[in-house]
């Protein structure tokens, strides 16, 4: 989800007959509950997104590109799509995070002789065996976000459709 793209669509009669009626007040209107919904969703993926250094928590945030178009993102972190969508086997892992990050969580190894090192490199060779498991952070927060969404297009129709009525 993080590196994929989705489309609100929201067709119900309300939204085109503002649109209809009230063309630029009905645009400006959805772009701004757009806007507001944008805001919102990256709040609730901030939240769901899974904490380690925060680093991915705090590149998530959202832009308004155009008209009509907003996006929420993860600023410079292209592997928040794999925390979501989790990987295949393969790949190389670095190291040393693996080792930071079983350092920092303080977890150590359950079998005698075992060290944090040793720990590492078998937690490594797991993940590039059968991969990472996903995680789909992004997933659940749209979805939990959606019936807001919809509630913030039909608010922005009302906007709308309240300039046809005083004019």
Do not use: C
Not at 51 to 77: C, D, P, W
């Amino acid at each position: 989800m993080m590196a994929g793209t989705f489309n609100l669509v929201h067709d119900t009669e309300k939204v085109g007959r503002a649109l209809a009626l009230a063309p630029d007040a009905a645009v400006d209107a959805i772009d701004q509950a757009l806007g507001r919904g944008g805001i919102e969703l990256s709040r609730t993926m901030r939240t769901e997104a899974p904490k380690y250094r925060s680093e991915l928590t705090n590149s998530i945030g959202y832009e308004r590109v155009g008209l009509l178009l907003h996006m929420v993102r993860a600023r410079g972190k292209q592997y928040g799509a794999y925390v979501n969508d989790g990987t295949g086997e393969g790949g190389l892992v670095p190291f040393p995070e693996i080792l930071n990050w079983i350092q920092k969580k303080g977890i150590t190894p359950r079998k005698p002789g075992l060290t944090q090192r040793g720990l590492a490199w078998l937690i490594r060779h797991d993940i590039v065996k059968h991969g990472i498991k996903p995680n789909p952070f992004a997933d659940r927060s749209l979805e939990a976000m959606l019936p807001r969404l919809d509630e913030l297009i039909e608010q922005a129709a009302d906007k709308a459709l309240a300039t046809v009525a005083r004019a």
